[in-house]
């Protein structure tokens, strides 16, 4: 489950700003996540929420922001979105494309007081 050590990570980020701002307490915390950055939303949010218990940042609220998959044709040069699992072009139907967005899995921002 690499999740957890994926929220380990996050949580690791939103303390040191903490510290760095000087501020109390997390109120929110925001990430994108792509449908092909190979992270299962439910067991990421639910280890997110047990590490913020034991942290700075307990009681936080978890955002997550869906990001689409989008492509890049070499035919027409285009770049346009994607439904899986199929991934032609959405200009002209080629299929000679490069998966150009959702792979992230970001940090976004964060809420504090």
Partial sequence: MHELSLAESLLLQVEKILRREK???VLSVTVQLGPLAGVEQEPFEFAFNALCEDSLAKGA???IEKMP???FCSACQKESG???PLINCGHCGGSEVKIVGGKEFLFKSMEIE
Wanted: avoid cysteine; glycine fraction near 0%; proline fraction near 0%.
């Fill in 23 to 25: 501020a109390k307490r």
């Fill in 61 to 63: 609220s978890l955002t």
């Fill in 82 to 84: 994607a439904k899986l």
């Fill in 69 to 71: 998959v989008k492509i």
